[in-house]
C-alpha cells in the first residue's frame, strides 16, 4: 500500500531564516506531487504541483520554492520566511498519468516569529 | 472559470442524526471527478467518497453517501448515524477529466454535538 510521510510535523523559525519542508511517497512509481498551503479555518491553496522528476509548476508567485530531486520526493524551500509564511502545509499525491483523487499526508504546521 | 461552492460554512447536529452538506460546482466539462474530503483537528486530509460524472449512481461508503445531480451541477454528502468522530471539516472538490489539479471549495466545519 501507500503511504506519504511529511516532516517535520512542526516548526518554528525566525523571520528570515531559510525553510525546509520534506515530503516522501512509497509503494508507488512516478506519481504527481502537490504542495498546498492552508491558513487556519481555510481552504486549501495549491502552491506547486509536479508531474515528474525536475518538473514543477508553480501556482502562487511568492517567496517560496519546490523541487524534486528524486521520484518520489518533493521539497518545499524559502531562502527567506516572510510571517506571512505561517501556515499549514500539506503535501498530496495522485496516480501519475491519469486523472485520480489525492491523498494527503500528515502536514506540517510552520511558525514564523 | 471552474469553481467549487460550498453555501454552508458551519453545521451543528445531534449524534445520531443524518445531515447532509452542499455543494455546488461550475464547469463546461461533461467528464469530470467530484470528491468529498474530511479533515477533522487533526488536520490530516481523508478522502470520503468519490464520484465520477459518467456514473449515474451515486456512490456510497459506508454512513457516507452522495446525491449527484449533474443537470443541477450539485454534489451534496449525506451522512448518516452522525458519530463524534464525524467533527471535521469538509471539503468538495471536483477535477476536470483532462487536468492533474483539484479545484477546492472552501469547506464546511460539522460539528456533530453529543
Known amino acids: 500500500s501507500q503511504t506519504i510521510h511529511q516532516w517535520p510535523a512542526t516548526l518554528v523559525q525566525p523571520v528570515g531564516s531559510p525553510l525546509s519542508l520534506e515530503c516522501t511517497v512509497e509503494g508507488t512509481s512516478n506519481p504527481n506531487l502537490y504542495w498546498y498551503r492552508q491558513a487556519a479555518g481555510r481552504g486549501l491553496q495549491l502552491l506547486f504541483y509536479s508531474v515528474g522528476i525536475g518538473q514543477i509548476s508553480s501556482e502562487v508567485p511568492q517567496n517560496l520554492s519546490a523541487s524534486r530531486p528524486q521520484d518520489r520526493q518533493f521539497i518545499l524551500s524559502s531562502k527567506k520566511l516572510l510571517l506571512s509564511d505561517s501556515g499549514f502545509y500539506l503535501c498530496a499525491w495522485s496516480v501519475g498519468g491519469r486523472v485520480a483523487e489525492q491523498y494527503f499526508g500528515p502536514g506540517t504546521r510552520l511558525t514564523v516569529t | 472559470a471552474q469553481t467549487v461552492t460550498q453555501s454552508q460554512p458551519e453545521m451543528s447536529v445531534q449524534e445520531a442524526e443524518t445531515v447532509t452538506l452542499s455543494c455546488t460546482y461550475d464547469?463546461?466539462?461533461?467528464?469530470?471527478?467530484l470528491f468529498w474530503y474530511k479533515q477533522p483537528p487533526s488536520r490530516q486530509m481523508i478522502l470520503v467518497i468519490r464520484?465520477?460524472?459518467?456514473?449515474?449512481q451515486n456512490a456510497t461508503e459506508n454512513r457516507f453517501s452522495v446525491n449527484f445531480q449533474k443537470a443541477a451541477k450539485s454534489f451534496s454528502l449525506k451522512i448518516s448515524d452522525s458519530q463524534l468522530g464525524d467533527t471535521a471539516m469538509y471539503f468538495c472538490?471536483?477535477?476536470?477529466?483532462?487536468?492533474?489539479?483539484?479545484?477546492f471549495g472552501k469547506g464546511t466545519r460539522l460539528h456533530i454535538l453529543p
Open positions: 472538490a471536483f477535477i476536470p477529466n483532462r487536468d492533474d489539479k483539484i479545484i
Open positions: 464520484q465520477e460524472a459518467y456514473k449515474q
Open positions: 464547469t463546461s466539462e461533461n467528464n469530470y471527478y
